[in-house]
């Protein structure tokens, strides 16, 4: 796994390859659970790839070098971390209540459907007691709660 300073470090040479762009995975705060794909912060980077600081340096190197640069934006799903789903599990009734996808789980307990996980399984986890609900995800199995 690489990290922003050894971007860096290396674009010239990707420049003299004659490519016009690099795109970058996500370096966004995470408790990496799905390779950086389970955000907790998009407006932070991760220590494990580097600081804002990194960034920086990295978009002027590389436009001064005249690459563009793609970063993988993963705004359709989120850590259970992330402070967006923290605030959705509370309850039915606040502001981001249906920023998840959240369902009832059937009368013994079992999950609502027979939906599946693209990693294997039941693609509901266990939710919040409080409203005795479960959330979906398409992420791994350390990102359901």
């Not at 209540?97 to 509901?124: C, H, I, K, Q």
């Amino acid at each position: 796994m690489g990290d922003l300073p050894g971007i860096v470090d290396r674009l010239d040479y990707v420049a003299s390859l004659g490519v016009d762009a690099i795109w970058i995975s996500p370096f966004f705060k995470s408790p990496m659970a799905d390779f950086g794909y389970d955000i907790a912060d998009q407006r932070a980077v991760d220590p494990l790839f580097g600081t804002l600081e990194d960034f920086d340096r990295l978009l002027a190197k590389a436009h001064g070098l005249g690459l563009k640069v793609m970063i993988d934006q993963v705004f359709s799903h989120t850590s259970d971390q992330h402070e967006w789903f923290r605030e959705s599990r509370q309850g039915h009734d606040n502001p981001k209540a249906d920023w998840y996808v959240w369902a009832d789980a059937r009368e013994d307990g079992t999950p609502p459907n027979n939906w599946m996980s693209l990693f294997g399984g039941v693609a509901y986890g266990a939710g919040n007691p409080a409203v005795a609900s479960t959330t979906c995800t398409t992420s791994c199995p350390r990102s359901r709660t």
